[in-house]
C-alpha cells in the first residue's frame, strides 16, 4: 500500500512537473522526461470533457455547431462523439493526490547522487486522500521539495499539515517539515501542532508546541520541550511543560519532567507519567478505601468484552472519542481498535476476577453470561472465592492487627457442605432449559456468609486516576444480603392435539420445588473479652440456615370445548340503497363478491384534469351537496338556498347476521398444591444445630374448576351465558414439634385454628342475558336489555367459636337470601344516534332478594355540548320505606380544545333542596370555579374566631382559580439569546370565613446566552391572607382591617435584604433559589444561593428565620472532575 501511494504520488506530480519544465528556458530536453500514459491530446480532451460543468459544457457544443438540449451527460456524450473519443474510465475506490494550487512547477535531477526532484513554489496546497481510511493529508506552505529517488518530501515557509480523518483533525504548524513517505515519519522544526475531537466546540482541540516535533512510526508524535494546553490565549490559562512528551496513539501519552502550571502558577510536577489511552486486557483498577486499604482489581475478559462506560476520567490530552462502533485486537497487553465495524455487539462474556487488598486479603472469581449455550438460554454463572482476614477499627483506622489476635492476621474460614475450607465463597448459576415444550428454570445460589458481597463485590472495570490521587475510592457498596433462595422450576404448555376441541390446552403452570435461607447470628461471647472482639469483626458471625422447604409446589390448569355448535342460513343478497332492479341504472354499477359492500360502494373519482359536465336535468345532489339540486351548484339560473339544514342521517347499513343459533360449552380446571416444611430457625445458634426436623409440614391445595355454557342468536342480538364455578381449598399442619419448649399448647391450638379459617367449600351460578333488540337499526342500535344473577349453590362457612381441632362448618345449600344471592340485578338501555351522537336512558334495577334499589341514568350529546343526569330510588334496609338518593346534573358545553363551561349542580330529592352546585371554566392553562354549597353563614368574634350563624341554605361558599403558562422570548436576532418564564398560580378564597384564602406562587425565569451565560431564577411564595387587599369585600374593614397594595407587598417578600419587609409582607417566602453559570474559555464558574424560612426550635416559642445558604463552583474544563466548592450557610464557611 506505501508502494502504491508513492506510485500515484510520484505520477501526478510528475505530471504537473512535465507541462511546467517544457514551457521553461534552461529546461531538461524533452527526451529527459518520460512519456506518461495520459499525455496525448485525446486523452487530456476527454479529461476535460469529463471535468467540464453543465455552463462550459453548453459553450463548448454551441461553438462547434451541436446542438445545446439535453443534460450534462447528453452533452458530454455528443461531445465524445464528435471528436471520435472514449470517456475516461471512472477511477476506482484509493488513494488519491491532488495540487490544489501552485505557482511554479520545477523538475530537476541530481547527476552525482542519481535523485530526481519535483519543486512546488509559489503558495502550494497539496491533498493526498487515503482511499480505503478517509483519511485526508494537506500540505500548505511557500515551497515544496519532493526526492522521487527517496521518497522523501520536504516544505518550508509558513508550512501547515493537516489531517483529518473519522477519529478526529490534527494541524501542524511550523518554520519547515520532513516527512517520510514510506512511513509517514516527520520532523517539525519551531512546530505547533492542533488535535481536534471532532467536536463542534474548539476549545475541546489540543495545542501542542515545541523546539522540535517528530511524527514516528505508526502515528505517534514525540515532542521536545513541548508544551500542550486547549487554550487559545496568548497567555494559557492552562499549560502541560515538559521536557519530553510522548503522544503514543488514541488517548494515550507519556510526560517526562512535566510541570502542570494553571496560568503561570505550578499545582503539579510529575518526573514521570504513563497513561494508557487503549484498555488493558485485564482492565486494572487501582484505588483506596479506608476499610479495605489499598486495591488492585484486574477483570479478563475470556469471552467478549467489557461494556463501554459513560464515565470520563483524566481526560486532559483525551483527543479521540472511542466507542463500541470498531472491534478491537489484542496488541502485547492492550486491547486497541481497528479499522474493521462491528457487525453486532458482542452479547455474551465470560470474565476471569482477580483482586487483592492491602487490608482485607484477596479475591478470585469467575462471571459468565450467555443468552444462549446449547439447550440453556439466559445462562448466568458466578463463583467467587474470598480470603480474607477480620479488620479491627482502631482510632477512625482499620487495621488486621489486633490484641484480640496477637498482633496477627485472623484468617477466616467457613464451611462447605459441611467440610472447613480456608475461604469464603459465593456460588451462583441462574438460567433456563427447554425440554420440548417445557421449559426448566433453575436458580442456585450459595454463599458462605452475608458480608461477602458486601467486602468483594464492590467492584469496578475501570481506572480513575483522580481519585486514586486523592485517596477517594468512594461509592455505593452492596448492602448485607438478607436472604436467598434456591429454586428449580418447570413450566410449559402441553399441546395434545388428539383430544382437541375437548382438551385444547394443558398448561403446567409450575412444578417447583425450593429451600429459602436466612442469616442467623451465632450466640456472641460475653463482653468486654478479647474473644468478644474477634467475633465482633468475624464475617462468619451469621451463618445461613434454611427457613423454609418447598418440597412440592404444583399447579396445573386444563382447558377445553365440550359442545361447539352454528347454525346459519342462507345469506340474501344486499341492495345498493336506492336500487330499482337489476335494470336500471343504479344497479349498473361495479359489483364486488360481497353483496353489503354495496351499501358504502364510492363512484369512481374524477382525474383533475377531467372537465366539468353540466349534470342532467332533473338529476338530484349528490350526497356531498347535502340534498341541494346539482345545478344550483353549478351556477344555474335557478336562486341558491341558504336556509339552515341539517345534515342527512347517517344511512342505515344492511348489516349481514346469522339468523341461526350458536354456543358452546366450556370447562377448565385449575387444580393445584403445595408441600411445605418450616425449620425452627428461632432456635438455631450454631451451624451444628441445623438438621432436618421441621417446626412443622404444612399440605395445601387449591381447586378451581368452571363450566361455561353460551348461546347466542343472530351474532349476539340475544345472547345468554351460564357459569359454574366451583372453588375449594384447604391446609393441614402436621409432624409438629413435639417439644413444648418450641411449639406450645396455645401455639397449636392457633394454628389448628387458622387452617380451619383456610378451609371452605364453594359452587357459585352465574347467569347473564343481554339483548340488543334494534341492533339492525342504526340509528337505535345502542337500546340493550339485560339481566345478571349470581349466588351460591353450596357454600361452607367456618363457625368462629369451635373448639380447636374438632371444627365445625355451617353448610348452605341454594337459598333466596341475601347470604346466597350476591347480585340480581336488571338493566334496559333506550339509545338512539341521530347524525353520530349517542344519547340513552339507563333504568338498572336491583330485584329481591338484594335490598331493592332503582338507577336512572340520562346521557346526552349535541356538537360542543354533553349532559348527564343520575339518581337513585333505594330501600336502605330490608322491611325500610324506599329512599331517594341525591340527583346529580352535569352539564358541559364548549370544544374539547377549549374554553369549556362545566356545571354539575346536586339535588336533595328528600329534603326538596339543593345541596351544591358548582360551576368552572377550563381554557388552556387557565380555569376557575364557583362553588356553593348548604351552609350556614359564619360571622368572626374577636377572641372565639368563626362562629355559625343563621340557618343553612344554598350560599357561594369557595372560589378557586388556577393558571399555568411558560412563554419564551428571543433577545438576539439570531435567537440564541433567549428569555423564558414560566409561572404556576392557584388560588383558593373561602366565601364563608374569608381568612381561609391561599395564593399560591410558583415562578421560574431564564437567561440564556450561549457560551457565556446562562442564570436561572425560580421560586415559591404563597399568601394566606389574600382578602387582605380588598377587606371591603368580606366586611373586613369594620374590624380595622385597611386595604393591603398587592404590587408593594410582593415586593416586599422579595425583599430578602429586609428583614421587616419580609416579615410584613403577606406574601411569604416559601423558598428562592438562583443559579447563575458564567462559562469561560477554560472554566466554568457557577453561583448557587438557596433560601427559605427555617423553623427554630432550639428556643420557645418557636419561630420561623429566612436560611441562607451561598455556593460557588467551580470546574476546570480540561479535567471536568476538577472542581473547587465554596458554600456559605447557617454553619459557616467551607470548601471541597
Known sequence: MSRLRTACFFMLLAAFAARSVRAQEGAAPPEAIPPEPWSGAEASRA????????????????????????????????????????????????????????????????????????????????????????TTHRIRADEILYNRTTNLLSARGSVEYEKSGPGGTETFYGD???????????????????????????????????????????????????????????????????????????????????????????????????????????????????????????????????????????????????????????????????????????????????????????????DGSFQSLGSFRDLKVSAGLGFSRSLFSSGGYYTPFDPAGDFRSVWNTSSLWGLPVPFRYSLSLDTKLSLGPLTASVALPLISDPFFDQDFRNRSEDMNWLKLMSQDSSGTAPGETSSYTQRLTLSGSIPLPGLAPWVSAVTLDRMATSLYWKPILRTAPAAPSPEYTLFSVDPLRKFFAPELFTIADLALTLRGELLSFSRSSSRPEAALPGATGSGSGAGTGPKTGDGASGATELPEPDPPWAEESPAPVGSEGTAGSGGLAGGALRGSAEPEDWSFRPPPASPDPVTLREPGLSGGLSYSIS??????????????????????????????????????????????L?????????????????????????????????????????????????????????????????????????????????????????????????????????????AATLGIRPYGYEQSLTLTTSLPPRLESYGLDLKLALPYAAFQGTTKYYRPALNAAFLWDILTLRA?????????????????????????????????????????????????????????????????????????????????????????????????????????????????????????????????????????????????????????????????????????????????LKGLSVKATHYMEDWDLVFEYKGGPELITTSTPYVYEFVSSFSLFLTWKAVSQITTTVVKDKEGFRTK
Do not use: C
Open 47 to 134: 479529461l476535460d470533457i469529463a471535468g467540464a460543468g453543465y455552463y462550459e459544457l453548453v459553450a463548448w457544443v454551441r461553438e462547434l455547431g451541436l446542438p445545446e438540449t439535453g443534460g450534462v451527460d447528453q452533452l458530454r456524450s455528443r461531445l465524445y462523439s464528435h471528436y471520435g473519443i472514449q470517456a475516461p474510465a471512472s477511477p476506482e475506490q484509493g488513494d488519491s493526490i491532488r495540487i490544489e494550487a501552485a505557482d511554479r512547477t520545477e523538475y530537476f535531477k541530481l547527476e552525482a547522487p542519481g535523485e530526481e526532484y519535483v519543486r512546488l513554489s509559489g503558495g502550494v496546497v497539496l491533498t493526498y486522500t487515503e482511499g480505503e481510511s478517509g
Open 176 to 366: 519547515s517539515i520532513a516527512v517520510d513517505l514510506d512511513s509517514w515519519e516527520g520532523r517539525f522544526l519551531s512546530g505547533r501542532s492542533v488535535r481536534s475531537t471532532g467536536e463542534d466546540a474548539q476549545e475541546g482541540d489540543l495545542v501542542f508546541a515545541a523546539d522540535e516535533i517528530r511524527k514516528l512510526k505508526g502515528g505517534a508524535l514525540s515532542l521536545r520541550d513541548g508544551l500542550i494546553t486547549s487554550s487559545r490565549a496568548e497567555d494559557p490559562y492552562w499549560s502541560v511543560r515538559a521536557s519530553r512528551i510522548w503522544l503514543l496513539s488514541e488517548n494515550e501519552w507519556a510526560v517526562a519532567n512535566a510541570v502542570l502550571s494553571v496560568g503561570h502558577v505550578p499545582v503539579l510536577y510529575l518526573p514521570f507519567f504513563y497513561y494508557p489511552g487503549q484498555e488493558i486486557v485485564f482492565h486494572p483498577a487501582i484505588g483506596y478505601r479506608a476499610r479495605e486499604g489499598r486495591f488492585l482489581q484486574t477483570t479478563t475478559y475470556l469471552v467478549g468484552e467489557k461494556t463501554e462506560s459513560p464515565k470520563e476520567d483524566l481526560n486532559l490530552f483525551k483527543t479521540t472519542r472511542t466507542g463500541p462502533g470498531y472491534e478491537k485486537e489484542l496488541r502485547g497487553v492492550f486491547l486497541r481498535e481497528t479499522n474493521r465495524r462491528r457487525t453486532e455487539l458482542p452479547r455474551d462474556n465470560l470474565k476471569l476476577l482477580a483482586d487483592i487488598y492491602s487490608n482485607l486479603g484477596a479475591f478470585l472469581g469467575m
Open 671 to 716: 387444580p393445584s398444591a403445595q408441600f411445605e416444611r418450616r425449620y425452627p430457625t428461632a432456635f438455631w445458634r450454631e451451624p451444628e444445630d441445623v438438621e432436618n426436623r421441621g417446626l412443622y409440614d404444612l399440605s395445601s391445595y387449591r381447586l378451581a374448576a368452571t363450566l361455561d355454557a353460551r348461546a347466542a342468536w343472530a351474532s349476539d
Open 718 to 826: 340475544v345472547s345468554s351465558n351460564l357459569t359454574l364455578a366451583w372453588n375449594s381449598q384447604a391446609q393441614i399442619r402436621s409432624a409438629v414439634d413435639p417439644d413444648p419448649a418450641r411449639v406450645s399448647v396455645a401455639q397449636r391450638e392457633a394454628w389448628e385454628v387458622q387452617d380451619a379459617r383456610y378451609r371452605y367449600e364453594r359452587v357459585t351460578g352465574t347467569l347473564r342475558l343481554s339483548a340488543f333488540p334494534l341492533r339492525d337499526v342504526w340509528i337505535l342500535a345502542p337500546t340493550s336489555l339485560s339481566y345478571n344473577l349470581t349466588g351460591y349453590l353450596y357454600n361452607t362457612v367456618y363457625r368462629e367459636g369451635s373448639a380447636p381441632g374438632t371444627p365445625v362448618y355451617d353448610v348452605f345449600g341454594p337459598d333466596w337470601s341475601t347470604d346466597s344471592i350476591k347480585t340480581h340485578s336488571l
Open 892 to 1068: 358541559t358545553l364548549g370544544p374539547d380544545t377549549g374554553p369549556t363551561l362545566t356545571n354539575q349542580f346536586v339535588w336533595n330529592i328528600e329534603k326538596g333542596q339543593p345541596s351544591s352546585n358548582t360551576a368552572a371554566l377550563v381554557w388552556g392553562g387557565f380555569r376557575a370555579a364557583l362553588t356553593a354549597r348548604r351552609s350556614q353563614a359564619y360571622e368572626l368574634f374577636l377572641g372565639s374566631g368563626w362562629q355559625p350563624v343563621g340557618a343553612e341554605e344554598l350560599r357561594l361558599s369557595e372560589a378557586t382559580a388556577s393558571y399555568k403558562a411558560e412563554a419564551g422570548l428571543g433577545l438576539s436576532r439570531d435567537g440564541s439569546v433567549r428569555f423564558k418564564g414560566s409561572l404556576d398560580a392557584q388560588f383558593s378564597q373561602s366565601l364563608l370565613k374569608a381568612t381561609e384564602s391561599v395564593l399560591a406562587l410558583t415562578y421560574g425565569l431564564t437567561l440564556s446566552v450561549p457560551g457565556i451565560l446562562d442564570v436561572e431564577v425560580a421560586g415559591t411564595s404563597q399568601n394566606s391572607s389574600v382578602w387582605r387587599y380588598a377587606p371591603e369585600w368580606f366586611g373586613m374593614s369594620a374590624l380595622g382591617f385597611e386595604p393591603v397594595n398587592p404590587f408593594k407587598d410582593l415586593w416586599d417578600s422579595i425583599s430578602i435584604w429586609d428583614p421587616a419587609a419580609l416579615r410584613r409582607a403577606l406574601f411569604k
